[in-house]
């Protein structure tokens, strides 16, 4: 007689702690955003039994971009998806900074090369939803009914004998752990530690996704480009092999109050925001088929991010001010390093604490940083300009290596290395 088969294809009899795997243990994850498809599949290859929940009846297919920076292309590597993720992105030649209205170039340092030769791996731009669809294809070929659509996690309680998750169709199950990837307006968070209360930054941010053959010389630079003004600043890279520009503009507004991936604005609107500025940045205005909007609130670091065999990932416990383009690759990292501490760990309540110890400090810096960044693309005076851009020009051209340098410690650290050594 055959033995049964677990999700990764290894008879149950040899998924073993002693090899590195997860005993038959069964993991609910709730939401199938980046943080959660990364998760359901970092666990898959721990050997868990895995079943992830989306309460939408379809993935999203937000139109926007995303930068993945080298410490999440890191993991994307150890689950076999860097070239599926490779072939649909843009690794961008180089990172710039420029004056929003003139153009005139602040510092522009290589990217491309430098990013896989001085943190290991690249630095890449891909559309949202082709990420998505990796992921999701990765997961459907590991464990074909792992995920349940139009299913929300509605509660969750646990005692002594276990966990039982209640579901938006009535139904209970019983689990080892609950993983609450379930966004920024995380219901698991509420009823872990109650109602947020966050703070409005007074910035708005217009999105949109322009066909590149609509630009002509007016496509934005092959790069990760940052443009910066007074209280505002703009973002523009390629997506899909060129095909697409991304368009990212931040205004210091306080009439608009919704966080919401499909909330629309009017072109009027957005060109008033970018009056006076560089033709590129209005021409992506002008050439947009939609553009959205989402208001910028701010949170302050969770007191904990874990009740027993309960755990947040990514925005549900640490959301970002997207001002250094790490929210989800903060998750992917989540992701990875929870999967190893259930695996290092005796049961799933200690695994999921080691997890937030692991996580805290670097969630935190990051949204430090996040929050400082705004001030340093807003600058307003002669004073603050010269004084904030005047040393990044000069060090970009004396001392590039100085420029990467200071990222090193977001894109330099590489989780997969060492969640194995702890
Ligand atoms: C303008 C902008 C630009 C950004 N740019 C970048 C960037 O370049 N790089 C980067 O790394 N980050 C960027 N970010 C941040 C990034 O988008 C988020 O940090 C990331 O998407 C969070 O992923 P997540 O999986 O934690 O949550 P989400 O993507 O919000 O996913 C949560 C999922 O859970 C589902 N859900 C909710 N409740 C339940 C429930 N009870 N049961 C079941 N399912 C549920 C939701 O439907 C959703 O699908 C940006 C953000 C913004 C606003």
């Known amino acids: 007689m055959m033995a049964s088969c677990g999700p990764t294809g290894l008879p149950w009899w040899c998924r073993f702690d002693s090899i590195g795997l997860i005993p038959a243990m069964k993991a609910v994850i709730a939401g199938a ?27 999203e297919d937000v139109g926007a971009g995303l930068q993945l920076s080298p410490n999440g292309c890191k993991v994307m590597r150890a689950l076999g998806l860097l070239a599926d993720i490779e072939a649909e992105a843009v690794r961008p030649e180089r990172i710039e900074m420029r004056f929003g209205q003139s153009g005139a170039m602040i510092f522009t340092i290589p990217l ?57 169709d009535g139904s209970r199950i019983a689990a080892d752990m609950l993983i609450g990837a379930d966004g920024i307006r995380s219901g698991i968070r509420t009823q872990m530690l109650g109602e947020e209360a966050p703070r409005f930054t007074g910035c708005m941010a217009w999105r949109a996704v322009v066909p590149m053959q609509q630009l002509g010389a007016m496509a934005p630079p092959r790069t990760a480009c940052v443009w910066v ?53 209005r021409t992506l205005i002008k050439e947009a088929p939609r553009l959205f909007r989402w208001a910028l609130f701010d949170r302050d670091t969770l007191p904990r991010w874990t009740d027993g065999r309960v755990a947040l990932l990514g925005d549900a416990c640490h959301p970002m001010l997207p001002f250094m383009a790490q929210g989800a690759v903060m998750a992917i990292e989540d ?82 290395t060492s969640a194995a050594r702890g």
């Open 33 to 59: 955003g980046i943080g959660g498809l990364t998760a359901a599949l970092c666990l898959l290859q721990q050997g868990a039994d895995v079943t992830l929940y989306e309460q939408a009846s379809a993935l």
């Open 112 to 168: 491309a090369d430098e990013a896989v030769l001085r943190w290991g791996a690249p630095y890449l731009h891909i559309h949202r939803a082709d990420l998505v669809t990796v992921l999701r294809n990765a997961l459907t070929r590991q464990s074909s009914d792992a995920l349940r659509l139009g299913r929300a996690v509605t509660a969750y309680a646990q005692d002594e004998a276990g966990l039982t998750i209640a579901l938006s």
């Open 229 to 281: 003004g007074e209280g505002k600043h703009a973002v523009t890279y390629h997506l899909r092999r060129g095909a697409l520009a991304n368009f990212v503009g931040v205004v210091e507004r306080a009439d608009w109050r919704q966080e919401s991936w499909t909330e629309e604005g009017t072109r009027e609107e957005a060109l008033r925001d970018f009056d006076g500025w560089h033709p590129v940045i």
């Open 335 to 416: 992701a990875w390093v929870l999967a190893q501490s259930v695996r290092q760990n005796a049961n799933a309540a200690e695994g999921l604490h080691a997890y937030e110890r692991a996580r805290k400090t670097r969630t935190s810096a990051v949204q430090a940083a996040a929050r400082a960044n705004a001030g340093i693309f807003h600058r307003r005076t002669v004073l603050g300009k010269l004084a904030t851009y005047g040393p990044m020009w000069l060090g970009a051209r004396l001392a590039p290596a100085m420029v990467h340098a200071r990222q090193d410690w977001l894109y330099g650290i590489d989780v997969v």
